[in-house]
């Protein structure tokens, strides 16, 4: 891994069968960066997601995430990432403290910085007054702030969001943006996927994927700039009709 890198990604392929869910996928992504990982629903993120979390194995390629590679360093990777995915992985029939409590244990949390962490998330999300709620009781909009404040109690190199506003409204997608700058400022690398193209404005980079292959990626702006249009979502629509046609 070079100095600026936190991940590498060369030739990395998924294959089931004679499917190709990810076909020989070449990236990197700087740290302190916020990456976009773009494509339609099916396009191969997931998978992808997977590997670079140590939670699937690649079928081929050399892959680093924060110095690890994911054939047999997956414990170090783990314990140096968060995660998020859409359904926000928190606990139900767990109150929103229990929830803290939980992952917070997971993450290796002692006890005197977990309490401490717990009583200062609370703080910051105004939530300390309806911590004994239960998580299947409070609004989507908190369920997805708390989510991703969880995903990064411990403090990590690098957090994974797959598609972490899904089915949410426009106005709670942005505020949950909000959430990401001020992580990214703080140091945390943000590897992020969606399949909406107006998210893509707010990376510094993105990457998009068609049928398991990354058929572009640059910044935003240099992207539409090569393509000649307005907005991301034109520049998917035209990548799209070339790899159709």
């Not at 110095?67 to 995660?83: A, D, L, P, S």
């Not at 928190?90 to 910085?113: A, C, H, P, R």
């Not at 797959?162 to 409204?169: H, K, N, S």
């Not at 997608?173 to 404005?201: K, N």
Request: charged fraction near 25%; aromatic fraction near 12%; hydrophobic fraction near 40%.
């Amino acid at each position: 891994m070079t100095a600026e890198n936190i991940i590498e990604v060369e030739n990395l392929t998924k294959i089931y069968g004679q499917f190709y869910a990810n076909d020989h996928l070449n990236f990197s992504v700087k740290k302190g960066e916020i990456f976009g990982f773009l494509g339609a629903n099916g396009a191969g993120k997931t998978t992808a997601i997977r590997i670079l979390c140590g939670l699937s194995k690649p079928s081929g390629g050399k892959i680093t995430v924060a110095g690890f590679n994911v054939y047999n360093q997956t414990e170090q990777i783990k314990r140096n990432i968060g995660y998020m995915s859409q359904k926000f992985s928190l606990y139900d029939d767990l109150t929103v403290k229990e929830n803290i409590e939980f992952y917070g244990g997971i993450y290796g949390l002692n006890n005197k910085t977990l309490r401490q962490k717990t009583s200062d998330l609370l703080q910051k999300l105004d939530l300390t007054d309806k911590q004994n709620f239960l998580i299947k009781d409070i609004p989507l909009g908190w369920k997805q702030r708390l989510a991703f404040s969880i995903a990064i109690i411990h403090d990590p190199q690098i957090v994974f969001l797959d598609e972490p506003t899904g089915g949410v409204d426009p106005i709670t997608r942005r505020h949950f943006w909000d959430l990401i700058y001020e992580a990214a400022f703080s140091g945390i690398t943000i590897f992020v996927t969606t399949h909406y193209m107006d998210e893509a404005e707010y990376c510094d980079r993105v990457s998009i994927m068609v049928d398991g292959k990354i058929i572009a990626l640059d910044s935003p702006d240099n992207l539409k700039n090569t393509y000649q249009v307005d907005t991301m979502n034109e520049v998917f629509l035209k990548l799209a009709r070339q790899k159709i046609n």
